[in-house]
């Protein structure tokens, strides 16, 4: 542990609030599931959550950052807080809403810890990540990120207690038109999975860029939140006819614990996040999303007695392993950039600077 000798207590607030964040977000689904299981539709939980967090954080914004605010919104910085607003959090929703509907929670859980491996790639395409492949610190990055993703693999499948069962099997030709229906309802839900997980990535990075244009990320999440409510709702009445809360019973009760939790709770945290993107680089925050299924995990095992077999922990070693690389990788990456900088560099954004001293 000798490269965080020097680390900043800055440094150390934004690690330790990146993970604590990752196991908000694993208590945050488990009160999904409750709601989901009480009959509340997925997008009325998001119209609801997404309008009382932005309410929540609106007075954060309007204090501390209202001199921040443009004075001229230019049109491309309305387009990317559209695209957020829409991608992030309405299409990614209906498009993950549809994979688990076709797929298993196995495969569900699975695939979002896909997210840093897409998110390196877009953002060192877009140069929002520092990638030369002659450098053996960005061959060490790409390293740390597959050994991550690989652990979080493993803690994904092997945690869940429910095999996938086999079709039941009907006789003759329709066995077997039953089985390729089943099939091309797997693919398709994977699909759907995959697309939804590109999404999140290409709005991870988006929220970079727009925190160039636009460095305030209390207003941002004011404003994308709100519109991602809005959006919801007209996908929610295209696709069922209504706003409508479903099946479930005593529906104000359910509304406050919405409000309560996903508005602020989840709210406050989303902010957080979306401020370390813009301090730290979409890369390196995305590497910690994958420690919410390792939280997930552990709390079964506390609540439910669900047990952590060796394929599970090992993937958890894979992960911390993983994370580490990274880390040192962008630590020894930085120090080298900001050795050979100018005088005229010291003045650059703070997410160049180095993240480990």
């Known amino acids: 542990m000798m490269m965080l000798s020097g680390v900043s207590l800055g440094d150390v607030l934004t690690i330790c609030g990146l993970f604590a964040v990752q196991c908000i977000f694993g208590l945050y689904m488990m009160f999904l599931n409750r709601l989901l299981a009480a009959g509340v539709p997925s997008l009325f939980i998001i119209v609801v959550a997404c309008a009382a967090s932005s309410v929540v954080v609106l007075p954060f914004a309007v204090a501390i950052e209202r ?23 309405s299409i990614y929703q209906v498009f993950m809403m549809l994979g688990v509907e076709r797929t298993s929670p196995a495969i569900a859980s699975a695939m979002p810890n896909l997210g840093p491996g897409f998110i390196f790639v877009i953002a060192a395409s877009l140069r929002f990540e520092r990638f030369e492949w002659k450098c053996r610190y960005t061959r060490a990055k790409i390293l740390g990120t597959l050994v991550c993703l690989s652990g979080a693999m493993c803690v994904s499948f092997l945690k869940s207690p429910d095999p996938v069962t086999a079709p039941k099997s009907v006789p003759g030709d329709d066995e077997a038109l039953s089985n390729i229906k089943i099939d091309r309802e797997w693919i398709l839900g994977c699909l759907y999975l995959l697309s939804g997980v590109t999404v999140f990535a290409c709005n991870t990075v988006l929220q970079a860029a727009t925190l160039k244009r636009f460095p305030a990320p209390l207003s941002i999440c004011v404003i994308t939140a709100m519109m991602g409510s ?27 614990e919405i409000v309560l ?31 919410q299924t390792v939280f997930s995990a552990f709390i079964s095992f506390i609540l439910f007695r669900q047990w952590i077999g060796t394929g599970c922990l090992v993937g958890i070693v894979l992960m911390f392993a993983g994370l580490y690389v990274v880390l040192w990788a962008k630590n020894r990456e930085d120090k080298m950039s900001a050795e050979l900088a100018t005088p005229s560099d010291e003045t650059e954004s703070d997410v160049e600077r180095p993240f480990l001293q």
């Open 67 to 89: 001199k921040k605010w443009p004075k001229r919104w230019s049109p491309v910085l309305v387009i990317q807080l559209v695209l957020i607003s829409l991608g992030g959090v």
């Open 230 to 256: 809005i959006f919801s709702a007209m996908i929610q009445v295209i696709m069922e006819g209504k706003l409508s809360s479903g099946t479930a019973e005593n529906v104000p009760r359910i509304v406050g």
């Open 261 to 291: 939790v996903g508005g602020g709770v989840i709210g406050l945290c989303t902010t957080f996040q979306v401020s370390s993107i813009g301090r730290k680089g979409p890369v390196l925050v995305s590497m910690f999303s994958p420690f």
